[in-house]
């Protein structure tokens, strides 16, 4: 078992690179300097996907706070009408 973790290690951090960084030359022969405008692309997608991700995050919790407030109000302004109703329906009931 510790043959294949030291493995495991062994591939991230010297062969993954190795790859990355042969590939990234063959395709520079292949394609010239345009290579750099796709690895930018490349290396600038996680971040960018990360902070739009945090501010849909921050505005998610703030609709949140806004639709409790909302049903809150909502809630009260519906016991509101029923105990206006209830108190119109005694007063005909007390008249009776």
């Known amino acids: 078992m510790i043959y294949s973790v ?3 290690e062994l591939y991230v951090f010297i062969e993954a690179p190795t790859t ?3 590939c990234l030359y063959m395709l520079y022969q292949l394609l010239g300097n345009s ?3 796709g690895l930018g692309c490349m290396l600038l997608g996680p971040p960018i996907s990360f902070v739009i991700g945090w501010i ?3 505005l998610r919790v703030t609709a949140m706070k806004l639709k409790d407030e909302r049903i809150k109000l909502m809630s009260e302004i519906i016991s509101g009408i ?3 109703q209830m108190l119109a329906c005694s007063s ?3 008249k009776e």
């Open 92 to 94: 005909i009931i007390i």
């Open 20 to 22: 990355v960084v042969i």
């Open 6 to 8: 030291t493995h495991r």
């Open 82 to 84: 029923k105990v206006s």
């Open 56 to 58: 849909q995050k921050k």
């Open 35 to 37: 290579i750099f405008a």
